[in-house]
Structures are given as C-alpha cells and as structure tokens.
C-alpha cells in the first residue's frame, strides 16, 4: 500500500477548478448525458432485484475473499495462464517490468486499466526504456496530453473537442480539426500501428471468474480484443476483489454494470479470456500473465470500511454527485475520484493524505441511489468525517466552530442567547470580519419563527 503523509491539497485544486469555465461546462454536459442515459437504460428493467442479487454476490466474495482468489489462481493456472501475487503496489510494478523486460519488449499496448493508474505503472515501464502505449482513446488522449484520467470510465471527461483538436494538432502534427469523427479516425490509424508492432498487452479485467479460472473485459471501442488477441504475450493486471464466484453469477452483472455505466444494454465488446490460446484456436494469447494486486485489501476487507470493496467501478455515483459535477476527477488528486472515490483513496493511502477529500461531499444521497452493488456510500463517507474529527485532521478553526456550535445547541438557554444577540452582533461582524462569508450571510430575523408562533 503506498502511503504519503503530505495531505491533497483538496482546496487549493478545488479553487482552480471552479474558475475553469471550459472545464464546468465540459463536465456539465458529459455527466448529465451519463445520467440521462443511466436513467433511460434502468427505466424497464427490475432494478431493485438486480442490485439485491448483485450487492449479495459481492458480499459473499468479501465474505470469503482468500478462499476465491485461491479458487480463481489455480483454475487460471490449469488453463495455461501465470498467476503473480502482488501483495503491494511496487510487487506488480516490478513483477510487470520483469515479465516484459525478460522478454525483451520495448512497446506494450494497454487497454484501459484503473489499477494500472493506482499502482503507476506506465511510469515505471517507461523508467527501464519500455514504451507504454494507451489504446482507449480517451486514455489515449489524457496520456498523450501528459495526465491522468479524470473520470474512471471517460478519462478524458473533462476535456471539449475543441481541446482535443489542439492537442492532436499539437502532438500528432495533424491540421486543427474538432471534428470527433476526424480525430476518431485519426487516432485509430495511429494506434492500428502499434496494434500490429506490440508484442505484448497489458489490460486490467471488470471481473475473474473464480471457478473458471477466466477474466472478462467489457469494453466499447474493441481495443480490449486487440490487445488480447494481437500480441503473443498478455498482462493482465487486476486488484484481488474482482473475483466473483462463477460465470452464473457474471450475468448478473453482465445486465447491471453497462447500463449503471451508460445506460447501454450491452458493452460493444464483451471478452471471457480462459487461459492461453489452445491447439486449433486462431486467436488469443500464447502467453498469459495474470498479476493479482492486493496493495491493502487483505487488511482493508476485515475492517469497518470493507464494502467499498463491492465497487464494480462502474462511475454513476461520480456522474449524480454535485461536487464531481463540477470540479471533474483532477481537483481530487488521486486516482480514484468521486464518491467512491474519498473512500477508496482514504483506505488505499491512508487518513493523513486522503482527508481533506472528505469535504468533497453534500451528503444528498445520490451516489447511494445509483450504486448498483449497494455501496454504503453514505453512511462510509459520514464514518471518514467521524474518524478525521478522531484523528484531530480536520483544521483547529473548524474544530473549535464546531465545539462552539455543539456547545451552544445542546443548552437551550445558550441558544436563546445566541438568537437575541444575532440581530445586534451580526453588523459588527460584517462590518469588521473581511470573510466574505458574512457579507454574504442575510440578516438574521428581528423576531425567531418560534416567538412569532407564541
Ligand atoms: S461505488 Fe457503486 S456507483 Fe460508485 S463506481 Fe462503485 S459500483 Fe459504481
């Protein structure tokens, strides 16, 4: 588990991110697009029964988390795939750059892969001279501007076409174009010729099937299919709680995890990988590597925050939530952004670095109302703020409100006091504060709504 003492500083990315009128807007229209879309794909269906029946497949993993990852490595090792236990993020970085490196490659393809962000791995590979390249096209766009995702379905979420047409002309010599079926095809050509030079893949997986022995990709753009079928070699790396029992189960979330995503019945591209290519097939790996990252979830399973660990990431609870809405995945400075998010991040890396993420929530609610695995959010997010006040972490002004204010509300004659000497006091500290916080607080009323009820 890597972790950093130096806390995010939350605030300040924040501040950035709500002056940034082209960020509000691109972010404005592609999360309600998601949501509207969300809705339309959940509308007729038995939504209710399929988070139930979801939310409790995921429980029984966690339940028995070991025992279906065992399960799960020694069905894929007898269908000819490697299986590598990385107990920490720099285990599957190295164990990734030793499979590559023994094997002399210099250019590896990469279908999208959130755990590959989580343990930085593409900066690794390009440490010891291998060329990482991202397939997904908006991975593709947020690599070669230089970033990181800022959602974790739509990395480039945050960008306008408008952005992307100076970046290809900038970055791939093209003339200026916002054109999105132009740039499409642009960056396809690009990428169809590292499709056919890499002689390896790197993809995460959306699940592995413990009984089986298999990994499931859903994608939309079929880089997912390149990546895995074109190299003789294939990486998968993927964190230890995407094991589900069986492929019975898989369809469960076969229904629920494209329209939670983006209301789409289906995936464009569903792939089940069962070991290496056998005698008599014409596609697949030769070589299969699968590399199980646990980097805390071991520890994190038996704790108070473990459901975070049901999260089949598939984003709706960041495209409902009012503060993702608005400041995109960046101002959160994780990997993780979003409701999900704060919790993952504060469990992944620790309390000193992750609180200040915990006032990126309203608490409204929404992002439990989408989750389709029944992810606590609420009620684990109310928990992080109860262990930051705890831990001391939140600032000594803010404690000290806060003690004043519990103070005053549990005595009803402090109260009482309080309220008749609001309308006087509030002038002065208009007057003399110069928060703009009191300037823009409204006058408190001359008589309470309980005496003029009296
Ligand atoms: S917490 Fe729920 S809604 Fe959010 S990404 Fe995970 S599965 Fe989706």
Redesign the pocket.
């Known amino acids: 588990m890597s972790r950093s003492t130096t806390a995010i500083p939350f605030r300040v990315n924040t501040a950035r991110a709500v002056c940034d009128a082209s960020l509000r807007q691109a972010m404005d229209y592609s999360t309600r697009t998601f949501s509207a879309k969300r809705a339309e794909g959940t509308a007729q269906v038995p939504l209710e029964e399929w988070r139930e029946r979801a939310s409790a497949i995921r429980m029984q993993v966690l339940d028995n988390l070991a025992d279906y990852v065992d399960r799960f490595s020694a069905n894929a090792t007898r269908a000819g795939a490697v299986v590598h236990r990385a107990k920490d993020a720099q285990i599957a970085r190295d164990t990734v750059a030793a499979i590559l490196k023994d094997r002399g490659i210099k250019m590896v393809v990469k279908a999208k892969s959130m755990v590959t962000e989580e343990i930085h791995l593409n900066k690794r590979l390009e440490e010891i001279g291998i060329e990482p390249v991202e397939t997904d096209l908006g991975e593709y766009i947020v690599q070669i501007a230089g970033e990181t995702p800022s959602h974790i379905l739509a990395p480039a979420i945050h960008k306008s076409r408008k952005d992307i047409g100076r970046l290809f002309a900038d970055k791939l010599g093209i003339e200026y174009t916002d054109d999105p079926e132009v740039l499409t095809k642009v960056a396809r050509r690009v990428l169809r010729e590292k499709f056919l030079a890499a002689k390896a893949g790197i993809t995460g997986a959306n699940f592995a099937i413990a009984d089986t022995g298999s990994l499931v990709i859903f994608t939309n753009e079929g880089n997912g299919r390149m990546v895995t079928t074109l190299p003789r070699l294939h990486v998968a790396v993927l964190s230890v709680e995407k094991v589900i029992p069986s492929l019975a189960d898989l369809s469960t979330f076969v229904r629920l995890l494209p329209r939670?995503a983006s209301g789409q019945i289906l995936s464009s591209y569903l792939s089940v990988i069962t070991g290496t290519r056998k005698q008599g097939e014409t596609t697949g790996a030769r070589e299969i590597h699968i590399v199980l990252v646990d980097n805390g979830r071991s520890e994190i399973v038996k704790g108070e925050f473990r459901e975070i660990l049901k999260?089949?990431?598939?984003?709706?609870?960041m495209n409902v939530c009012p503060v993702y809405k608005v400041i995109g995945g960046h101002a959160y400075g994780c990997t993780y952004p979003g409701?999900?998010g704060i919790v993952l991040t504060a469990v992944l890396e620790g309390m000193e670095r992750a609180h200040p993420l915990q006032d990126a929530t309203t608490f409204c609610g929404a992002?439990v109302e989408?989750?389709?695995?029944k992810?606590p959010?609420s009620k684990l997010l109310r928990r992080l703020r109860e262990r930051r006040a705890e831990q001391r972490l939140t600032p000594l002004v803010e404690r000290l409100a806060m003690f004043g204010f519990g103070t005053v509300t549990q005595s009803p004659a402090l109260f009482g006091l309080g309220q008749r000497m609001s309308w006087s006091v509030w002038p002065l500290l208009k007057d003399f504060s110069r928060s703009k916080l009191f300037v823009r607080l409204p006058r408190p009323a001359r008589k309470t709504f309980k005496r003029s009820m009296s």
């Open positions: 939670s999260c089949i990431r598939c984003s709706a609870c409701p999900m992002c989408v989750c389709p695995v992810v959010l």
